[in-house]
Nanobody, 124 residues
Framework: QVQLQASGGGLVQAGGSLRLSCVGSGFTLDYHAFGWFRQAPGKEREWVSC????????SYTNSVKGRFTVSRDNAKSTVYLQMNSLRTEDTAIYYC?????????????????WGQGTQVTVSS
């Protein structure tokens, strides 16, 4: 059974950091690209970042560039999202997603597997 388990969310003050983890099971992580999405209260889910299958291509939405870093450790079947200099507007439920693809993908419709989400709350 394919599963993605996201964790690492929590409550942090503005300017702080969190690292989200997304552990995959039931499939071979190596042959998949991954993305991070988030959904703030009252808003639609939006793309945040992605990493390609080889881990040598990443992309970020403009609002998180320079603050967030996506990475992967295939040996641990884990994808990470390091979030620094957090802002109140980063408050959202964060989801990881996987797709049997080589490229970095930005569209939600491209992803086959989704984690359950982890809550990130940034206080002022």
């Amino acid at each position: 059974q394919v599963q993605l388990q996201a964790s690492g969310g929590g409550l942090v003050q503005a300017g702080g950091s969190l690292r989200l983890s997304c552990v995959g099971s039931g499939f071979t992580l190596d042959y998949h690209a991954f993305g991070w999405f988030r959904q703030a209260p009252g808003k639609e889910r939006e793309w945040v970042s992605c990493i390609n299958m080889n881990g040598d291509e990443t992309s970020y939405t403009n609002s998180v560039k320079g603050r967030f870093t996506v990475s992967r450790d295939n040996a641990k079947s884990t994808v990470y999202l390091q979030m620094n200099s957090l802002r109140t507007e980063d408050t959202a439920i964060y989801y990881c997603a996987g797709a049997p693809a080589t490229m970095c993908l930005k569209s939600q419709r491209s992803y086959d597997y989704w984690g359950q989400g982890t809550q990130v709350t940034v206080s002022s």
